[in-house]
């Protein structure tokens, strides 16, 4: 400062950097007036030898051939709050930027902008930390979770297993069927689907009914889905009659279910078949005329009446084929023909279809909405549950309606008997289909750039919740939308939304309903304390902050997994001191002579 008392000048000193580190042969000062009405002017006084200066690559470049131009503040600034793709923000910069030097270098340093921009605002870094918390959050959604060696996850709705239960019970005209299929890789993990027909309808919709998340597609994976649905749909091991199931090609998974749901019946896709053919042929130089001659035959010996017809007409095509894929079909597809793919398989479930036989797209349908955020590269594992949660949460209150005579499905004549009163709905709070991938892939509420501590909400999607003992307003803006939230994020975004967070001013205490439906006590004055098990800032904490209009952003807080356990744990649970059980370790053994024992 210029003079020290009373300053009316600013003075910044500034030093080039060489490949070798700073230099002081060639330095800049910078002056400029610390009154209001000149501080638009600045005088620049360069110092010494100009010729030493020299452009060089960035030291952190890969490439030691491009040379490095900073990119100026407000230019950083703007490109990490953008809210489209990193190579659409990079186009509409620089053909709108007027001057070269404010132009983004490249698409990747604003992908890097971006990606940094949202780790500031993330709560936690650890998703597997994350799962396990949102696991107690969810009230028992959550039903297995394995770290080691490989992460699987299994989890749904009781009462939609219960309603799987129930429906499998039922004699309807519709045809059941259950399909199970892996999505593509999501991040670091795969996501399967167990879904049956809601026969009970007339429109028999496609129900999820358990989900896996997984990274290895092994026997021994999806068997820990099986054991699940066993001791929560019986009817799939001991039913009166048997249940088909269809599968694509994968061994692992038809082996695990074969020995875990006895009663369950397996079928192959004929989607899978045929493009698993095509794949063969293409791969042993099978010319573009052949394969359609090849997929002709697997159609025409699929679609036969009995054994007896498909023996005959067998021997009659196979003549006609190389002999390399004479052996093939006769390993791999021949012995499924009488069991899993035949027509007079099929039509013994009124599973068969003249054109297609049998597929698994209504699998496919469902994962479409799971398919759609796979245009981000890194999803993490409690995104992708909170996602799952929400997605049954949503059919399991249309199934609610549906037995009071409301939402979308329509139970047929013949049950119509089950319909019940309209106040015995219970429904669970959830975020619409349409509207789930959009929430989850929304950047979460953040303090502006200058500073302040206003909360920034979304003008669409989040509305000001109701504050009794408060008459602050929550400033409101636009949203990024480039970032993907945990499910701390997104569940601030219900609490808004659904108007959860209430405030009692003469206690100073908040009540925040969470994910689950549980309640919980917050309080932020003199600390912030919340009655959840988490050992972070919890969203129940963010969610009473914006309430009131305080600043959102929170430094990274660290994770304790040990001791979120602890925290869990009801009194009955603890310790009960050397070898003695715990008060709620007891076990019920049946006796000798009753039907469970008899099994």
């Known amino acids: 400062l210029i003079p020290n008392s009373n300053p009316a000048y600013k003075k910044i000193h500034y030093s080039v950097v060489l490949p070798s580190g700073r230099d002081l042969r060639f330095k800049k000062q910078a002056y400029f007036s610390l009154d209001d009405d000149k501080s638009h002017l600045v005088l620049i006084h360069y110092i010494g030898n100009e010729k030493i200066a020299v452009q060089y690559p960035h030291g952190n470049a890969k490439s030691t051939t491009n040379l490095f131009y900073r990119t100026p503040p407000s230019v950083l600034r703007k490109l990490s709050t953008s809210t489209d793709l990193p190579s659409n923000t990079y186009?509409?910069?620089?053909?709108?930027?007027?001057?070269?030097?404010?132009?983004?270098?490249?698409?990747?340093?604003?992908?890097?902008?971006?990606?940094?921009?949202?780790?500031?605002?993330?709560?936690?870094?650890?998703?597997?930390?994350?799962?396990?918390?949102?696991?107690?959050?969810?009230?028992?959604?959550?039903?297995?979770?394995?770290?080691?060696?490989?992460?699987?996850?299994?989890c749904g709705l009781d009462t939609i297993a219960r309603e799987m239960n129930n429906v499998l019970q039922m004699k309807s005209s519709n045809p059941q069927l259950l399909s199970y299929d892996t999505t593509f890789q999501l991040g670091d993990f795969y996501v399967s689907t167990l879904l049956f027909r809601y026969t009970v309808f007339k429109s028999s919709p496609c129900i999820p009914a358990a989900f896996l998340i997984h990274e290895r597609k092994l026997q021994s994976t999806h068997e820990e889905l099986m054991m699940y649905l066993t001791t929560k749909c019986p009817l799939l091991i001991n039913g009166n009659e048997r249940v088909p199931i269809v599968l694509d090609d994968e061994v692992g998974l038809q082996k695990a279910i074969e020995k875990h749901l006895t009663n369950v019946v397996v079928l192959r896709c004929w989607n899978h078949l045929i493009n698993a053919v095509k794949a063969w042929l293409r791969k042993h130089d099978a010319s573009p005329k052949e394969i359609p001659v090849y997929v002709s035959h697997i159609r025409e010996l699929l679609n036969e009446n009995d054994i007896q017809s498909y023996e005959s007409k067998l021997e009659e095509l196979r003549c006609k084929w190389s002999k390399a894929f004479v052996e093939h079909?006769?390993?791999?597809?021949?012995?499924?023909?009488?069991?899993?793919?035949?027509?007079f398989v099929l039509q013994a479930y009124r599973l068969y279809n003249p054109f297609s036989g049998v597929t698994n797209n209504q699998a496919e349908s469902f994962n479409a909405t799971l398919k759609r955020i796979q245009r981000w590269r890194e999803v993490p594992i409690d995104s992708i549950i909170l996602t799952l949660y929400n997605l049954q949460a949503y059919y399991n209150n249309e199934i609610e309606r549906a037995f009071t005579g409301t939402g979308n499905y329509c139970l047929l004549t013949h049950f119509q008997?089950?319909?019940?009163?309209?106040?015995?709905?219970?429904?669970?709070?959830?975020?619409?289909?349409?509207?789930?991938?959009?929430?989850?892939?929304?950047?979460?509420?953040?303090?502006?750039?200058?500073?302040?501590?206003?909360?920034?909400?979304?003008?669409?999607?989040?509305?000001?919740?109701?504050?009794?003992?408060?008459?602050?307003?929550?400033?409101?803006?636009?949203?990024?939308?480039?970032?993907?939230?945990?499910?701390?994020?997104?569940?601030?975004?219900?609490?808004?939304?659904?108007?959860?967070?209430?405030?009692?001013?003469?206690?100073?205490?908040?009540?925040?309903?969470?994910?689950?439906?549980?309640?919980?006590?917050?309080?932020?004055?003199?600390?912030?304390?919340?009655?959840?098990?988490?050992?972070?800032?919890?969203?129940?904490?963010?969610?009473?902050?914006?309430?009131?209009?305080?600043?959102?952003?929170?430094?990274?807080?660290?994770?304790?997994?040990?001791?979120?356990?602890?925290?869990?744990?009801?009194?009955?649970?603890?310790?009960?001191?050397?070898?003695?059980?715990?008060?709620?370790?007891?076990?019920?053994?049946?006796?000798?002579?009753?039907?469970?024992?008899?099994?």
Not at 99 to 113: C, D, H, V, W
Not at 329 to 343: A, D, Q
């Open 91 to 154: 186009k509409e910069a620089v053909s709108t930027c007027k001057k070269p030097e404010m132009a983004p270098r490249n698409s990747r340093q604003i992908t890097n902008l971006q990606c940094k921009e949202r780790q500031k605002y993330r709560l936690s870094h650890d998703a597997l930390y994350n799962l396990h918390e949102l696991a107690y959050d969810l009230n028992g959604f959550v039903k297995v979770v394995k770290t080691f060696p490989d992460l699987v996850v299994v």
């Open 329 to 343: 079909y006769m390993k791999e597809i021949h012995p499924e023909v009488p069991k899993t793919l035949g027509r």
């Open 417 to 599: 008997h089950l319909l019940r009163s309209r106040d015995e709905l219970l429904l669970i709070h959830c975020v619409s289909p349409k509207d789930l991938t959009e929430k989850l892939f929304t950047h979460k509420c953040r303090a502006e750039d200058t500073g302040e501590s206003g909360a920034i909400l979304s003008e669409h999607d989040i509305q000001p919740p109701k504050v009794y003992a408060c008459t602050s307003a929550v400033p409101t803006d636009n949203l990024d939308t480039t970032a993907i939230l945990s499910h701390c994020d997104c569940a601030v975004r219900l609490l808004i939304e659904k108007k959860l967070i209430s405030h009692n001013a003469e206690m100073g205490i908040f009540t925040v309903i969470g994910t689950g439906g549980n309640p919980y006590t917050v309080c932020l004055f003199p600390n912030e304390t919340c009655t959840c098990p988490s050992t972070t800032i919890c969203y129940h904490i963010i969610g009473a902050r914006i309430s009131i209009g305080l600043d959102v952003s929170c430094s990274q807080q660290k994770v304790n997994l040990s001791q979120l356990r602890r925290n869990t744990r009801s009194w009955p649970q603890k310790k009960s001191g050397r070898k003695a059980p715990r008060k709620g370790d007891y076990e019920v053994i049946c006796a000798p002579d009753s039907e469970e024992s008899l099994k």
